[in-house]
């Protein structure tokens, strides 16, 4: 009987989001991302590979071939909308700038592949990049995210050894999914608020029954030992979700400062959530500018 109802629970969430993805579709244009090349990366579940969008540093002709430090990154999907590609500006900037290869992952969504899939999937790349260290440095890899795909980033980091990764960057994160999404205010009033339903929606799609305290879900719940010695949280004053991130930004700063840890929070005036995705008028185009130049800074000293 419990069984037949999360069945049908099931349905119905898979339901719900395969119509959201179609209005995606519908409604807006599609990402039409240019990287070097595409990888597909094994994965630990059977008879599935991890899409890869690869963007190569530029090298001299005819240097010697050597390793580079790497960014792996995360799109922003809500954890169930496919959006892979939408990262393009920002990853070619990176691979452009920072010497960095840019491996920007196309990991696996909800309903279909709830917790921990995804999570897995970023776990099965870190292996991948160190099981091949005469093309990549693996004493240098760092992590990216913008929305969900910055919660992912500070999941991974807290599961992960310390020292795994270089430097953490996360764009309007979420970092709290067991507070209900209706609860969250923006600093600044006065932005497009995001519907709460379909919040509530992706994420009971992803989270599938689990305690959404668990720190690997809800990473505001984590101890930040594990986290990185560099990080870089971009949130938005019109964002409902800045104050949850800024908040375990700052715990992070905090309980570094005997590491020496360096967190760089910056909230950007007038913008919102996914605000370098929508480059409508001035501000938000000098806001995605000026927060991508801070991840260049960044990541250059990773
Ligand atoms: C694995 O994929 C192949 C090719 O798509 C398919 O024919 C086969 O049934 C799949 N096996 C499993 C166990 O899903
Ligand atoms: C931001 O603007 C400055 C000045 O125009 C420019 O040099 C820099 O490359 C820009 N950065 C990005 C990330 O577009």
Not at 37 to 65: C, F, G, M, W
Request: aromatic share 8%; charged share 25%; net charge neutral.
């Amino acid at each position: 009987m419990a069984e037949c109802l999360a069945f049908l629970r099931y349905l119905y969430l898979k339901a719900l989001v395969a119509f959201s993805r179609f209005l995606l579709k519908l409604l807006t244009t599609t990402p039409s991302p240019k990287p070097d090349y595409v990888l597909q990366v094994p994965s630990r579940d059977k008879n599935r590979t991890v899409k890869v969008h690869v963007y190569k540093p530029h090298i001299e002709e005819n240097a010697q071939p050597k390793s580079t430090p790497v960014l792996i990154n995360l799109y922003g999907s809500g954890l169930a909308i496919p959006l892979h590609g939408a990262d393009d500006d920002f990853c070619r900037l990176i691979a452009a700038t920072t010497g960095h290869t840019v491996l920007d992952v196309n990991y696996c969504l909800a309903p279909e592949y709830p917790f921990p899939h995804a999570l897995n999937d970023v776990e099965d790349i870190l292996k991948y990049v160190n099981n091949h260290p005469t093309e990549y440095d693996t004493s240098r890899i760092s992590i990216s995210g913008f929305s969900s795909g910055g919660t992912l980033a500070l999941a991974a980091s807290t599961i992960l050894p310390p020292g795994t990764f270089q430097s953490l960057i996360a764009f309007y994160p979420a970092t709290n999914l067991f507070q209900d999404p209706g609860l969250r205010k923006a600093p600044v009033v006065g932005g497009k608020d995001r519907s709460p339903f379909w919040t509530r929606i992706f994420r009971e799609s992803y989270i599938r029954g689990m305690d959404a305290r668990d720190p690997r879900i809800s990473p505001a719940f984590a101890d930040t030992t594990n986290f990185p010695d560099r990080m870089l949280v971009v949130t938005g004053e019109l964002d409902e979700s800045a104050v949850e991130a800024e908040a375990l930004a700052e715990k992070a700063r905090d309980e570094g400062r005997a590491v020496g840890r360096d967190v760089v929070i910056r909230r950007v005036k007038g913008c919102g959530h996914a605000f370098d995705k929508k480059l409508t008028g001035e501000i938000v185009v000098s806001a995605k500018n000026e927060t991508y130049d801070l991840a260049v800074e960044i990541l250059r000293k990773s």
